[in-house]
């Protein structure tokens, strides 16, 4: 479920398009869990359902919280990758990183820097 402040449909490559302004969506995943995602700006393809967030990015998974400048939920590969400013903050820690990857299928999370000799840094409260 996807809903925005605006929108606009456009056609690329026999594919409509939605770009939306001030998103909120939310997915809900075979167990009935729910991720709600908020963001300034959001592009969907009705084709294969891909959507891509940018800026401003909040999601909220029970009491977890991610804030980045970009989502891109690939249906074809069925990943996630949440990047550009990453912050987690769970119950016990923030984690800041480059990058976090979901798959879909296996609910595998990797977080992982751009540059291998950065370090990723996780703050315990």
């Known amino acids: 479920e ?17 770009i ?9 995943d075979n167990k009935n869990n729910r991720i709600l995602i908020t963001s300034d700006f959001a592009r969907f393809n009705s084709s294969n359902y891909d959507s891509f967030f940018r800026e ?7 009491d977890h919280i991610i804030t980045s ?21 769970g119950v016990k820690q923030h984690i800041i990183t480059d990058n976090i990857k979901i798959n879909l299928i296996t609910n595998h999370v990797e977080f992982y820097m751009n540059n291998e000799n950065e370090k990723i840094r996780i703050i315990s409260r």
């Open 69 to 89: 400048n970009k989502i891109d939920f690939n249906f074809n590969k069925n990943t996630i990758l949440i990047y550009e400013n990453v912050i987690y903050k």
């Open 2 to 18: 996807i809903k925005s402040g605006s929108s606009e449909v456009i056609y690329e490559n026999n594919s409509e398009i939605v």
């Open 56 to 62: 401003n990015i909040k999601i909220k998974y029970e």
């Open 20 to 28: 939306m302004k001030n998103v909120s969506a939310i997915f809900t």
